[in-house]
């Protein structure tokens, strides 16, 4: 796997040591962190601070190596995008779990190709997401199912 050193530089980006161990964690971790796990996870080695955090990922996000999502639970997320998936978000919990998909380039170019049809814009980028339940919230709606006889409105 290409360094978080080398990927900055292939994005015209100076790999400064904050870049640098931001950009690996996000590497590392597949959680969708917030700023709030970051700063965690990282501050207390690493002389971060939150500013430093939020302006090192607009950075990322501006060039195309990580993506923002925003959660149903209000939210920001981040993920590092160099593998091309989309996002399945639970609409209870605020769960994001990555799905690979085959063809994702050719379905994404036709998408783009018809929106640019469609509205005159000049697309250069996109980002998908689906919403249901997560299998932990289904549980709980078959639970209170059980109990209430009502389906619970996520």
Do not use: W
């Amino acid at each position: 796997m290409t360094s978080a050193k080398d990927i900055l530089h292939n994005h015209h980006l100076k790999a400064t040591r904050p870049r640098q161990k931001i950009l690996e964690y996000l590497m590392e971790h597949h959680n969708h962190p917030t700023v709030d796990t970051i700063y965690t996870d990282l501050a207390h080695n690493q002389q971060l601070n939150k500013a430093t955090i939020y302006n090192t990922l607009n950075t990322l996000i501006s060039v195309g190596i990580i993506i923002e999502i925003k959660n149903g639970d209000n939210s920001t997320h981040y993920d590092f995008f160099m593998k091309p998936h989309f996002h399945i978000i639970c609409k209870n919990c605020g769960k994001i779990s990555d799905v690979f998909y085959p063809n994702f380039y050719q379905i994404e170019n036709k998408m783009r190709v018809e929106a640019e049809k469609q509205t005159g814009f000049n697309a250069f980028s996109s980002h998908l997401e689906i919403y249901g339940l997560c299998p932990e919230c289904q549980k709980l709606e078959k639970k209170a199912q059980k109990v209430s006889g009502k389906k619970l409105d996520f």
